[in-house]
């Protein structure tokens, strides 16, 4: 049940933590035990409030081992360019053995003029990365400044990963609720789906996931444009994967997953870093995790979007507190 376990959050978690390390299971068994005393007695002696459960170790491993809580930015983008598609801010509430998970709109407004034109109205949130010239800890030092939270790591994946991910864990059942009809000959996109169920492999998944609006004169009931309501189909088919691939036994695949991600990643997370934290996502309820959008207003074009701050402020505060790093 323990392996079960361990396999099932890894893999599911792995969609949004997405920072793999090339290590075996065992390494993960023998030495989590020691790591996790000694995590524990370092946080209480430096003040922290913990469970009492915290340092009662031996025990088991995965209630005795406490790290501080952290965020981790995620962001995805197509192999063609660097702007990202999706960006997520995901906290591990180590305290609480909770995760929460922030969708935030690419159509964003910045408050700086990262393209330093003199011009605030094109600098929207998903050039950060290409304008911080792919560099992860200048990404998230932005991030940092605009949403107003700590942020310890930052990965970021390819399409592709996504499209292989979804493929090792196989089809996803998940009902398409409007017509979708897209093609983009610039980036060979191309989405037709009616109404109804289907059965998703990777490759249909991206395009379910990074379709925005229809062709001109295609009715639909969706023809908003913006990245909103894109990022509820993206929510709601996270949600799809957890609960049909939760009671499924994936460890012949864990090698192949493992490789997978770590091969395709651009983090400033160390294998250490893994091995270290790896103890407390297992420890999370899947079923609770907290998915939450950044909370904008509508802009007069319609398509870009600015925060709203006092929201924003009140949702840091309940959902991604973590420490400075």
Same mark, same amino acid.
């Given at each position: 049940?323990?392996?079960?376990?361990? =396999?099932?959050?890894?893999t599911?978690?792995?969609?949004v933590?997405?920072?793999?390390?090339?290590?075996?299971?065992?390494?993960?068994? /023998?030495?989590?035990?020691?790591?996790?005393?000694?995590?524990?007695?370092?946080?209480?002696?430096g003040?922290?409030?913990?469970? #009492?459960?915290?340092?009662?170790?031996? %025990? /088991?491993?995965?209630? &005795?081992?406490?790290?501080?809580?952290?965020?981790?930015?995620?962001?995805?983008?197509d192999?063609v360019?660097?702007? &990202?598609?999706?960006?997520?801010?995901?906290?591990? /509430?180590?305290?609480?053995?909770?995760?929460?998970?922030?969708?935030?709109?690419?159509?964003?407004?910045l408050?700086?003029?990262?393209?330093?034109?003199g011009?605030?109205?094109?600098?929207?949130?998903?050039?950060?990365?290409?304008n911080?010239?792919?560099?992860? #800890?200048?990404?998230?030092?932005?991030?940092?400044?605009?949403i107003?939270?700590?942020?310890?790591?930052?990965?970021?994946?390819?399409?592709?990963?996504?499209?292989?991910?979804?493929?090792e864990?196989?089809r996803v &059942?998940?009902?398409?609720p !409007?017509?979708?009809l897209y093609?983009?000959? !610039?980036q060979?996109?191309?989405?037709? =789906?009616?109404?109804?169920? *289907?059965?998703? /492999?990777?490759?249909?998944?991206?395009?379910?996931?990074?379709?925005?609006?229809?062709d001109?004169g295609?009715?639909?009931? *969706?023809?908003? %444009?913006?990245?909103?309501?894109?990022?509820?189909?993206?929510?709601?088919?996270?949600?799809?994967?957890?609960e049909?691939?939760?009671?499924?036994?994936?460890?012949?695949k864990?090698? #192949?997953?493992?490789n997978?991600?770590?091969d395709?990643?651009? &983090?400033?997370?160390?294998?250490?870093?893994?091995?270290d934290?790896?103890?407390?996502?297992?420890?999370?309820?899947?079923?609770?995790? +907290?998915?939450? +959008?950044?909370?904008?207003?509508?802009?007069t074009?319609?398509?870009?979007?600015l925060?709203?701050?006092?929201?924003?402020?009140?949702?840091?505060?309940?959902?991604?507190?973590?420490?400075?790093?």
């Amino acid at each position: 049940m323990a392996i079960k376990k361990f =396999f099932l959050t890894f893999t599911v978690v792995m969609l949004v933590f997405l920072m793999g390390a090339g290590i075996a299971l065992i390494q993960v068994i /023998n030495n989590a035990e020691a790591k996790a005393i000694a995590k524990a007695q370092e946080a209480a002696e430096g003040g922290f409030d913990l469970p #009492d459960t915290a340092i009662d170790g031996p %025990g /088991n491993i995965f209630e &005795t081992y406490v790290t501080k809580p952290m965020n981790v930015l995620v962001l995805v983008k197509d192999e063609v360019g660097a702007n &990202t598609d999706a960006i997520l801010l995901v906290n591990f /509430n180590t305290y609480d053995n909770k995760i929460s998970m922030m969708w935030i709109p690419r159509d964003l407004m910045l408050t700086r003029d990262i393209n330093k034109d003199g011009d605030f109205d094109n600098d929207i949130i998903n050039m950060v990365y290409a304008n911080s010239g792919l560099d992860i #800890d200048k990404t998230i030092k932005v991030f940092e400044d605009e949403i107003g939270c700590n942020i310890k790591y930052g990965a970021v994946m390819t399409l592709k990963v996504f499209r292989e991910l979804i493929d090792e864990l196989g089809r996803v &059942t998940f009902e398409v609720p !409007y017509r979708m009809l897209y093609n983009d000959p !610039y980036q060979d996109l191309h989405i037709n =789906f009616q109404p109804g169920v *289907y059965q998703f /492999n990777g490759e249909d998944a991206e395009k379910l996931l990074r379709f925005r609006k229809n062709d001109p004169g295609v009715e639909s009931d *969706y023809v908003n %444009g913006s990245d909103l309501q894109r990022i509820k189909m993206q929510q709601d088919f996270m949600k799809a994967v957890i609960e049909q691939k939760s009671n499924l036994f994936f460890i012949a695949k864990l090698r #192949d997953i493992i490789n997978l991600i770590f091969d395709n990643l651009n &983090t400033n997370a160390s294998i250490n870093d893994i091995i270290d934290f790896l103890p407390e996502v297992l420890k999370a309820d899947l079923s609770a995790i +907290s998915m939450l +959008s950044l909370p904008v207003t509508d802009t007069t074009d319609h398509i870009h979007l600015l925060a709203v701050e006092d929201e924003l402020d009140e949702m840091i505060t309940e959902y991604f507190k973590a420490p400075a790093n």
